[in-house]
C-alpha cells in the first residue's frame, strides 16, 4: 500500500487547493447519482450511495444537493446519460495508470485523457493493459491523533487488513473489499473522524522511481484528475521522500 499511501499523503496537502477548484463536489454529484441509478435511492440498502453521502456531507455539501443528485439517479433521469469508463496507460518512467471517468461523452472524454498521457511523454494503453497490476481495497484515511491506540485496536478488531501510519500526519487503513463497511462503521461509531473512506483500486507491487521521474508522473496524475470527466486516478509510482519535502519548498 505504499504507493498508494504516500500519493494519498500528497492529494491530503493539496485538499484545499483541489476543494477551492469546486472538482470535488461534482465528483460527489455523479458518484451519487451513478450509485443510486445502479443500486438504487436508499442508503441503507446500497454501501456505494452511503459511502458517497457520507463523503459529500464530511465536504460541506448541502443535504438539499445530495437530495437532488439521489433523486436524478434513482428516478432515471439525468442518471442515464452517465457512462463508467476506464482508461489504462503508462506514464513516465513505465509507470502504470488508471483513470476512472463518468462521462455523457466518451469520445471527448477519451481525446482528453490521450492527450493528457502524450503531452506528459506517456500513451494512453488497451483495455486490460494495466488493469491486472491493481486490485481493490478498503482504504480508509484518518489524521493522525492523541487516540492512535484506540484507532489501530478498533481498526484491527473490526477486520483491517493493513495499518500505515505515516510521518506526514495521516493514519491509512487498508481492508479486503468485504470488510470495508464494518471497519469504517465501527470507526465512526467511535466517533473517529475520517478525512476519506472509499473502495479504490491498489497497486499490487509499488515502482520505485527517481525524484525527476515522480515529478512528471505527478503532473501527469495531477492533469488526469483535473478532467472534468474524472472519478479516480490510480497508479503504481513510489513517490520517493524527496517528493514529498518538494511540495513544501
Known sequence: MAGHSKWANIKHRKGRQDAKRGKVFSVLIREITVSAKLGGGVPDDNPRLRTAIDKALAANMTKDTIERAVQ???????????????????????????????????????????????????????????AYLFIKKGIIQIASSKDEELIVE???DSGAEDIEVSNEGLISISTLP??????????????IELIDSEISLVPETAVSINLETS?????????????????????NADFPDEMMEHLDS
Do not use: C, W
Not at 457512462?83 to 503508462?90: C, I, L, Q, R
Not at 505527478?218 to 484528475?225: D, K
Open 72 to 130: 436524478r439517479g434513482s428516478g432515471g433521469e439525468d442518471g442515464e446519460n452517465l457512462e463508467e469508463v476506464s482508461f489504462e496507460g503508462y506514464g513516465p518512467g513505465g509507470i502504470a495508470i488508471l483513470v476512472e471517468s463518468m462521462t455523457d461523452n466518451n469520445n471527448r472524454t477519451v481525446a482528453e485523457v490521450r492527450h493528457a498521457f502524450t503531452k506528459a511523454g506517456g500513451n494512453l494503453g488497451t483495455t486490460g493493459s494495466v
Open 154 to 156: 478498533l481498526a484491527i
Open 178 to 191: 468485504e470488510d470495508y463497511e464494518n471497519v469504517r462503521r465501527v470507526l465512526l461509531d467511535n466517533s
Open 215 to 235: 515529478l512528471k508522473v505527478f503532473r501527469l496524475l495531477e492533469a488526469l484528475e483535473d478532467l472534468d470527466d474524472t472519478q479516480s486516478v490510480h497508479s
